[in-house]
């Protein structure tokens, strides 16, 4: 017997912060009815705001989470604590008070908690290929947001995962009192990392790729005008490793210096890639079954997929140079301006 179909207009891939506001988007803005809604996600756990990046400190402030709320029409949820709106806030705080807020408005919409093995193109309609599938579900729309992976890069040492190098007790068992650890990169999440090291007793080979024209070629500061420059706690954090290098602990080395980077990865007990994110892969066929690489740009010829968040980010060009955008302002910015 054929499964039974039921078809929605809108189909969410992933369920982390970027399709959370799409879904607020949809309904809230878009008069959506919830019920013409399919969200696909194994977890539904908030993403990896909470499951990977929980502990890590936003460099976002909470003032701009209310904005973020605001400009979706959402409500923020009873009983939130009062926290100091010029501070940021740990990143779980931003998962679960967003699920708070967006879930009062999806109660109606369907959820399959498995991962998207496939979308289809067929005829006009996307059609939903997903584990363990009772009934067919098609959907006009795709909206795509898997997440984002670290890139790792393949140097022959033991690795501590970004996540783990990010959450002080996850990193305690891996790195000794006395162990150094060669950081690639010099971004948000890279000195938080050495940051973290420090606190744990290590020592921190910074392996960084120079800034040309920044006040300090290793680091691009938010202060100096750089619209995706290091802020908050990590430009706090920064200002020590410039100052003396953290007491003599964070040792930077432009990575253009093979002879350094060689010593580095020499005295280094282990090594920790902060430079950047690939989309988690989704596989996505037309109708000849042939897979459509999805680019960050919306894309012609299939303008019935939106990708969204840290997988997609949208990217801003401010005389000549290219920025990416990843945080939850930045995705609700890239959701109102294309109104999906
Ligand atoms: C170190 C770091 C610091 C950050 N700091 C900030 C900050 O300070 N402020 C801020 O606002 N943002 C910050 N961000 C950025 C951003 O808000 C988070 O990374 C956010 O988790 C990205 O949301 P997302 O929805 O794109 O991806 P995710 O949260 O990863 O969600 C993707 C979802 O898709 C699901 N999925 C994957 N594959 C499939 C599949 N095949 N089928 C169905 N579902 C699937 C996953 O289970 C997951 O739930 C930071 C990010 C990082 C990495």
Redesign the pocket.
């Given at each position: 017997m054929e499964p039974r179909t039921r078809h929605y207009k809108h189909a969410l891939?992933?369920?982390?912060?970027?399709?959370m506001l799409v879904a607020a988007y949809l309904v809230r803005h878009a008069a959506t009815d919830p019920r013409d809604i399919i969200i696909?996600?194994?977890?539904f756990?908030g993403?990896?705001?909470r499951r990977r990046?929980g502990s890590?400190i936003?460099?976002?402030t909470w003032s701009q989470f209310l904005g973020v709320l605001r400009d979706m029409h959402l409500e923020l949820p009873p009983n939130t604590p009062a926290y100091p709106e010029d501070q940021?806030t740990p990143?779980h705080i931003?998962a679960s008070t967003l699920q708070a807020s967006v879930e009062p408005h999806i109660r109606l919409a369907t959820r399959i908690k498995a991962?998207?093995l496939a979308a289809r193109k067929q005829g006009d309609a996307w059609e939903l290929e997903v584990a363990k599938q009772k009934a067919k579900h098609t959907a006009t729309t795709l909206h795509v947001?898997?997440?984002?992976v670290p890139i790792d890069l393949p140097f022959p040492k033991p690795e501590i995962p970004l996540h783990v190098a990010?959450t002080p007790s996850l990193l305690q068992q891996y790195v000794s009192p006395g162990q150094t650890v060669a950081v690639f990169g010099s971004a948000?999440?890279s000195i938080l990392v050495a940051d973290n090291i420090v606190k744990a007793g290590g020592l921190v080979n910074m392996i960084f790729k120079r800034i040309p024209g920044a006040s300090a070629e290793a680091f691009l500061f938010a202060r100096d005008g750089a619209y995706d420059g290091v802020k908050q706690t990590a430009a706090v954090a920064a200002d020590q490793i410039l100052a003396d290098g953290m007491g003599k602990r964070v040792y930077l080395v432009p990575v253009d210096d093979s002879v350094a980077v060689h010593t580095a990865l020499e005295e280094s007990s282990w090594a920790v890639y902060g430079v950047g994110?690939k989309p988690?892969p989704?596989r996505i066929l037309d109708e000849a079954g042939t897979e459509i690489q999805l680019g960050f740009a919306q894309q012609p010829g299939h303008s019935n997929i939106y990708k969204?968040?840290?997988?997609y980010p949208s990217t801003t060009t401010i005389d000549g140079r290219t920025y990416v955008d990843?945080?939850?302002?930045a995705?609700a910015a890239h959701i109102l301006a294309v109104r999906p």
């Amino acid at each position: 017997m054929e499964p039974r179909t039921r078809h929605y207009k809108h189909a969410l891939i992933g369920f982390g912060g970027a399709n959370m506001l799409v879904a607020a988007y949809l309904v809230r803005h878009a008069a959506t009815d919830p019920r013409d809604i399919i969200i696909i996600d194994p977890h539904f756990d908030g993403g990896d705001l909470r499951r990977r990046w929980g502990s890590v400190i936003s460099n976002t402030t909470w003032s701009q989470f209310l904005g973020v709320l605001r400009d979706m029409h959402l409500e923020l949820p009873p009983n939130t604590p009062a926290y100091p709106e010029d501070q940021p806030t740990p990143l779980h705080i931003l998962a679960s008070t967003l699920q708070a807020s967006v879930e009062p408005h999806i109660r109606l919409a369907t959820r399959i908690k498995a991962p998207l093995l496939a979308a289809r193109k067929q005829g006009d309609a996307w059609e939903l290929e997903v584990a363990k599938q009772k009934a067919k579900h098609t959907a006009t729309t795709l909206h795509v947001a898997p997440g984002g992976v670290p890139i790792d890069l393949p140097f022959p040492k033991p690795e501590i995962p970004l996540h783990v190098a990010l959450t002080p007790s996850l990193l305690q068992q891996y790195v000794s009192p006395g162990q150094t650890v060669a950081v690639f990169g010099s971004a948000h999440s890279s000195i938080l990392v050495a940051d973290n090291i420090v606190k744990a007793g290590g020592l921190v080979n910074m392996i960084f790729k120079r800034i040309p024209g920044a006040s300090a070629e290793a680091f691009l500061f938010a202060r100096d005008g750089a619209y995706d420059g290091v802020k908050q706690t990590a430009a706090v954090a920064a200002d020590q490793i410039l100052a003396d290098g953290m007491g003599k602990r964070v040792y930077l080395v432009p990575v253009d210096d093979s002879v350094a980077v060689h010593t580095a990865l020499e005295e280094s007990s282990w090594a920790v890639y902060g430079v950047g994110f690939k989309p988690v892969p989704i596989r996505i066929l037309d109708e000849a079954g042939t897979e459509i690489q999805l680019g960050f740009a919306q894309q012609p010829g299939h303008s019935n997929i939106y990708k969204w968040g840290i997988a997609y980010p949208s990217t801003t060009t401010i005389d000549g140079r290219t920025y990416v955008d990843v945080s939850l302002p930045a995705f609700a910015a890239h959701i109102l301006a294309v109104r999906p």
